[in-house]
């Protein structure tokens, strides 16, 4: 039974009334019935369960009579186990097994009927996490439920046994549900501890194995020299007479499996089973992911303060992100620094392929699927940074690839919960992508097949955004966002292998979706890149593109070491613009006149607009092309009237170029222009102007991700909500605005939102 304490305090918690707290008391910690109740408060058995039914409201359990008492037991009990946790950790000190961490098990508890029990003990002193499946578990093994078979399944490592004792402890102590044996058999062959690898020495991998154990516990051994068929039959008889909670660990490595399902399936209904087992199950199942972060975290420190290792909260933050919130991997970690082993050792460890986290994380589970499609699919997967299609995972895995049979793999991963799937597409987790890594480096030509396979088919998917007009945004641009980190990963590997016709293909096909979102640190990486293989193959159409290319990026960033290497790029493409085409020739003057516009060279900025102009009138562009130029013309002009102090010519210019934008639907010109003439609004003290201009373009901006435009926009509005006295909006605008351009290293940008954030 429960504390009184610890009941009244939880009727107090839930603002029973006198009446109400009484009947709770009397039922839930003394067990009375309803007719002793009413005895000893003088009052009617009707009334006490009209009293103990308003008491079930407050604690918000519904459902039938006796479904309620039952689950509003196995809540009580629940909180006073983590009241116990909480205590022992606060205290620092060893429970008996009813308050948590008696690692003996069950000698000295008083119990008022004994219970048949070998439970291993508890490898843990404070359990931590799992809340939603402890409490699940207890509402399945409650009688009131259905549920025959359970089966908690998940990863090597992942905590399906402890998760199991700790239910079956809290069943013992608590007599909630009410067993009256509880038993535990386990054909698992070695312990992860936290000094490494351990085998048991005693396990049960056949029917027989189990029966034994089941015989040896109610101490009926005799029955060992009878047939199994006929232990079977007198252990079914035996059990069909006591409540009995029967714990099989690690199902996989059962060696006659369908023989114990048999067994398991055909037990009278007074046994409840739980099986744990890393391949996903048809039976009731409670499925494990990763430990949360929080609890994690929780764990690795729990296990720090015991084994007195001193970790910093970054330490345990790598501790967490290197074993993937496996929790046996987090205790090993701890065990071996306590060992001796330095963190930055402790990580090689955990990250070895043959050492103790692989093998007892995935080899038994990987081994069966040796030169098998599974692992073929295991090892594709290990390309992918981010999750990826079927369709595109069996593209790169097979040659030739049978739907059925790719199905048929990827299920059997996610059985084995090697895979996760979310909604259409799968993943790893990072501890089954460091075993999955090995295995492709052990066979090099594999490796080599599908390499190959991957680039090829980013190239094919690359080719949908070829020829995009680089003026506009671009809407389809959704699908290359999803495949951004996996198309990423393609292009480094090509530059570490100095694949340079790929790396051209893929440049010339990404690179404004790569401006436009921001990733600016990619863009000058991997152009510096491009620009030097294109002179060492004596390409100078793509050297010239790619120096252009990145002299748009340094520009917009504004700071001096980067407009001085700007300039001398688009002096080199300008050497060679006799290579390209006029379009190229127009964008790299365009990109003169801004250059010079940040340089504060006014005049020289003029001139080059002027060379645009000429070569503008030349070219035989069509009319849609040549208008787009026009409105370019029109934007420049009108920066350089701001930047001379003529607000009244550049805001005629900016209307101008709005019109013009706005006949051929170019959106972004748009947004831009809008920008430019709602800071001149502004300066001019045009408030509502300066207001409804931003609230127009900035939606368009956000719609289609334009980092840059939109961090321009937030910050003219910073300053207008300044201007208007609203601080809280402008301190919230100015911070985004700024920390947008920290991201795209644009400093002058960002120093001024952060000067508006301190006044």
């Known amino acids: ?229 006929e232990q079977i039959g007198v252990i079914r008889h035996k059990l069909s007479q006591i409540k009995t909670l029967l714990i099989v660990d690690n199902l996989e490595t059962i060696e006659d499996k369908q023989e ?25 199942p409670i499925r494990l992911n990763s430990l949360p972060k929080e609890h994690s975290l929780r764990l690795i420190q729990n296990e720090a303060k015991e084994k007195n290792v001193n970790l910093t909260n970054a330490e345990s933050q790598q501790i967490y992100e290197a074993v993937s919130g496996v929790p046996a991997a987090m205790i090993y970690a701890i065990g071996q620094m306590a060992a001796g082993y330095l963190l930055e050792d402790v990580l090689i460890l955990i990250k070895n392929p043959q050492g103790d986290i692989a093998r007892f994380c995935f080899t038994t589970s990987i081994n069966p699927l040796r030169d098998k499609p599974p692992l073929y699919l295991l090892i594709a997967l290990t390309l992918f940074i981010s999750s990826v299609t079927k369709e595109t995972l069996a593209s790169v895995a097979f040659d030739k690839p049978d739907p059925i049979v790719i199905s048929q793999a990827l299920v059997k991963l996610q059985q084995l919960s090697l895979i996760h799937r979310q909604q259409e597409r799968y993943c790893l987790a990072a501890l089954t992508r460091e075993y999955a890594w090995a295995e492709l480096y052990t066979n090099p030509q594999f490796e080599q097949q599908l390499r190959q396979r991957w680039v090829n088919w980013y190239l094919k998917f690359s080719e949908s955004f070829e020829d995009k007009d680089w003026k506009q945004w671009n809407l389809s641009y959704e699908s290359l966002e999803i495949e951004w980190e996996n198309l990423q990963a393609v292009l480094e590997w090509c530059i570490a292998n100095n694949r340079y016709s790929d790396v051209k293909i893929l440049w010339n096909r990404i690179k404004e979706y790569i401006f436009i979102r921001g990733y600016w640190d990619e863009h000058l990486e991997w152009s510096a890149w491009l620009i030097e293989a294109a002179k060492q193959a004596g390409d100078c159409f793509t050297a010239a593109l790619a120096m252009c290319d990145r002299a748009v990026t340094l520009v917009r960033i504004r700071q001096d070491v980067y407009l001085q290497e700007a300039q001398k790029l688009l002096q080199e493409s300008w050497d060679l ?135 321009f926009h937030k910050a003219t509005l910073a300053k207008l909500e300044t201007a208007c006295g609203n601080g809280f909006q402008a301190h919230r605008l100015a911070k985004e605005a700024a920390e947008s351009f920290d991201s795209l290293k644009m400093n002058a940008e960002a120093q001024e939102m952060y000067a508006l954030l301190t006044n």
């Open 1 to 229: 039974m429960l504390p009184t304490d610890f009941l009244t305090e939880m009727a107090h918690n839930q603002e029973l009334s006198r009446d109400q707290e009484e009947v709770f008391l009397l039922r839930m910690g003394e067990g009375k019935s309803y007719e002793e109740i009413a005895s000893e408060l003088d009052t009617s058995a009707d009334a006490c369960l009209k009293r103990m039914g308003q008491v079930y409201k407050k604690f918000n359990v519904s459902g039938s009579s006796r479904g309620k008492e039952n689950r509003l037991r196995i809540f009580l009990s629940n909180q006073w186990e983590q009241r116990k946790a909480k205590i022992s950790a606060e205290n620092s000190q060893e429970l008996p097994v009813s308050q948590e961490t008696d690692s003996s098990g069950i000698e000295g508890l008083e119990t008022q009927t004994p219970i048949v029990q070998n439970l291993p003990a508890r490898e843990y002193s404070t359990f931590v996490g799992r809340e939603r499946e402890l409490g699940r578990l207890m509402e399945l093994l409650d009688y009131g439920h259905s549920a025959h078979l359970i089966s908690v399944d998940g990863i090597g490592g992942v905590g399906k046994t402890t998760l199991v004792v700790e239910v079956a402890y809290r069943c013992f102590v608590n007599k909630v549900p009410a067993f009256e044996a509880i038993m535990f058999t386990s054909a698992k062959q070695n312990h992860l501890t936290s000094i490494g690898l351990l085998p048991r020495l005693i396990y049960q991998r056949t029917l027989r194995d189990i029966c034994r154990e089941i015989a040896r516990i109610f101490e009926f051994t005799e029955i060992n020299n009878l047939s199994l068929h």
């Open 260 to 284: 114990v399902l048999s067994f398991l399936y055909d037990l009278p209904p007074t046994v409840k089973v739980i099986i744990t087992t890393r391949e996903q199950t048809l039976f009731v």
């Open 577 to 711: 613009r006799h290579h390209q085409t006029v379009s190229f020739e127009l964008k790299l003057v365009a990109n003169m006149v801004i250059l010079h516009v940040h340089l504060g060279q006014l005049q020289q900025a003029q001139e080059w607009l002027e060379v645009k102009q000429q070569l503008l009138e030349k070219a035989n562009l069509d009319e849609s092309e040549y208008q787009g130029e026009q409105v370019q013309i029109l934007y420049y002009q009108g920066q350089i009237f701001y930047r001379q102090g003529d607000l009244s010519q550049a805001q005629k210019t900016f209307e101008q170029a709005l019109i013009e934008a706005q006949k051929i639907k170019w959106q972004k010109a748009t947004a831009a222009i809008n920008n430019w003439l709602a800071d001149i609004a502004l300066l001019n003290g045009d408030f509502p102007t300066c207001r409804k201009l931003l609230e127009f373009s900035l939606p368009m901006a956000q719609r289609h991700k334009d980092k840059r435009v939109i961090a």
